[in-house]
């Protein structure tokens, strides 16, 4: 006797003959909800090959056509509902907000080498000059424009201290620990290039070390370029404040704590205060400067 | 301009450029009732280009692992009798479900061509179709082919070499790909797909 599961219902089997089944009713949301239900077991390639022979004995479905529509439609459905339900993952509203971040800022640069410029024209046209050139009608809207293109430049600068918020309330909420030792925004930006809390948990600290430092890391692996010292994590003022020679020390000691808070996050979500401690007091200790006693 | 038929039935040859027949789905150009297909933006296209002998066939079904946002699946869903297109990342398996909202013959799956879980939903199948940028996608074609693909069945799988190993040399990643495949199944043929892509194969293999 054998049970096959299937995603129209369940069909008990003796010498290949169907003796008892459990087949839903055509209602496109009762199959996909069982869908998302129900454990499925895997089952044999010889009765894979007669999905539709079955569904149509059945009476489930009166064609091969009808079988396909059916499937079709339970299928989209369920779709969509897995879709929604990954958008409504907290990570990717993270990661989401993040990348507003990082287009702001990239935004606000142009704009404000533009805005530059506009000031030095303006500088230069409003000098003394000769009598056509101050009644160049430029001179009356250009003044206005300029204050406008630089008050999207503000607008923009508080937009970005709203988001920049809403990251770090939600990073409190999702990554405790990530956000005391990288900071809200780093943590963030190490999230959404890991492509979640959960693949950021389970990389190695090495890794964690070189995200975002992928041009640098395949010219070493494929070149023998010299390997990179820190990705994101250049970005922590631990990193960047010490001097040149003690960065890749610095940058490994702080992947491998930033791998234990990413890990402490996603397993557990408790905030764990020590961690930060245990993080500078190192960093402190590798900071120190060298004596011969510590050489020899 | 000149239309004929490409070896593939359902594949047009519309001077040089590819087409299949069907409502325009993507922005694609449309002549008439073909929409053609351009092989820069398909891997399938690509080798259909390069090569005619391709075992597709109008009543086969079709299980496609990395649909995506289902370019291609459109196309092949033009040729063949029905395609499971398997999807994993939720954005673009957005755009793969609206598609499959206007084809009748597409069953559109979210899940993870790693661990298949679609075994209680996917029948077996003639063709496999794969295009997985993986380090381990020999393993996963394999995999899937062990479960869904008919005794007989053809499989092909587009080798990107570049996720498999940067620091090697294109042919030598498709030799290595290639000799996995071998253990379970029989390797018709290998093209490379340059000039559309670049470091691209695609391997045709029949389930012995």
Known sequence: ?296 | MTIRTHKVAGVFMLDSHLATKGDALYGEKVFGEYRLWNPQRSKLAALLKKEENVPLRPEQIVLYLGAASGTTVSHLANIVSLVYAVEFAPRVARDLVRLSERLKNVVPLVADAVRPDYGHIVELVDFLYQDIAQPNQAEIAITNAEIFLKTGGYACVMIKARSIDVTAKPKAVYKREVKKLKEQLDIMCVHELEPFYKAHAAVIARLA
Not at chain 1, 13 to 30: E, F, G, H, M, Y
Not at chain 1, 111 to 123: A, P
């Open chain 1, 1 to 296: 006797m054998t049970i096959i599961k299937t995603w129209f219902g369940e069909i008990e089997l003796r010498d290949d003959k169907i003796v008892c089944s459990n087949v839903l009713k055509t209602d496109t949301a009762a199959l996909a909800v069982r869908l998302q239900k129900e454990e499925f077991a895997d089952l044999d390639k010889q009765f894979r090959g007669r999905f539709r022979e079955i569904a149509i004995h059945l009476h489930l479905v009166p064609s091969e056509r009808d079988y396909i529509s059916l499937l079709r439609a339970v299928a989209i459905q369920r779709a969509k509902e897995q879709i929604t339900a990954a958008f409504a993952h907290p990570d990717t509203r993270i990661i989401q907000l993040i990348g507003g971040i990082d287009d702001i800022d990239e935004s606000i640069n142009f704009l404000s080498e533009r805005l530059l410029e506009w000031d030095i024209l303006e500088f230069e046209i409003s000098r003394p000059r000769d009598i056509t050139e101050t009644h160049d009608p430029q001179s009356t809207t250009y003044p206005a424009l300029k204050h406008e293109f630089a008050e999207s430049i503000e607008r923009l600068s508080e937009l970005r201290k709203k988001i920049s918020n809403a990251i770090e309330f939600e990073m409190h909420a999702i990554a405790p620990n990530l956000s005391s030792l990288a900071g809200e925004l780093l943590g963030a930006r190490l999230i959404a290039r890991a492509g979640g809390l959960e693949s950021l948990a389970r990389m190695p600290a090495s890794r964690i070390q070189v995200i975002g430092a992928s041009k640098a890391l395949f010219k070493h692996l494929q070149f023998g370029a010299k390997p990179p010292k820190h990705g994101l994590i250049f970005q922590h003022p631990l990193v960047r404040g010490s001097p040149l020679s003690k960065r890749g020390k610095i940058a490994r000691t702080m992947a491998a704590k930033l791998a234990i808070a990413a890990r402490l996050d996603f397993y557990s979500k408790k905030a764990h205060p020590e961690l930060l401690a245990q993080m500078e007091k190192r960093v402190r200790e590798l900071n120190k400067p060298q004596t011969r006693a510590d050489i020899t």
